[in-house]
Nanobody
Framework: QVQLVESGGGLVQAGGSLRLSCAAS????????MGWFRQAPGKEREFVAL????????YPADSVKARFTISRDNAKNTVYLQMNSLKPEDTAVYYC???????????????WGQGTQVTVSS
């Protein structure tokens, strides 16, 4: 079973950038579809990005797709989320998640990290 630990969150001004990292242990992430999700206070968790086994990335909307980039380094067993041009509405706890095999954004991700807080000030 893979374990996930996120890092890289923090406080940033609008227009700034952050890179989140998700370090995996226990097994290689090369067999997993990796996803990033976020949850803002009082809101439901929402999908942010995923990277499938073939390296194809998926994003939920044009506004995120143009600013966020998901990537993985299998040698480091780590997944990244590069976030540029951050907006106050991006403020949320960001979670890394893993789904074994070929998965979509609607699949059951049964492994989750503890989350990292991202706060964007206006």
């Amino acid at each position: 079973q893979v374990q996930l630990v996120e890092s890289g969150g923090g406080l940033v001004q609008a227009g700034g950038s952050l890179r989140l990292s998700c370090a995996a242990s226990g097994t290689t992430i090369s067999r997993y579809t990796m996803g990033w999700f976020r949850q803002a206070p009082g809101k439901e968790r929402e999908f942010v990005a995923l990277l499938n086994l073939s390296g194809t990335s998926t994003y939920p909307a044009d506004s995120v797709k143009a600013r966020f980039t998901i990537s993985r380094d299998n040698a480091k067993n780590t997944v990244y989320l590069q976030m540029n041009s951050l907006k106050p509405e991006d403020t949320a706890v960001y979670y890394c998640a893993a789904c074994l095999g070929v998965c979509s954004r609607y699949s059951l991700y049964n492994v989750w990290g503890q989350g990292t807080q991202v706060t964007v000030s206006s």
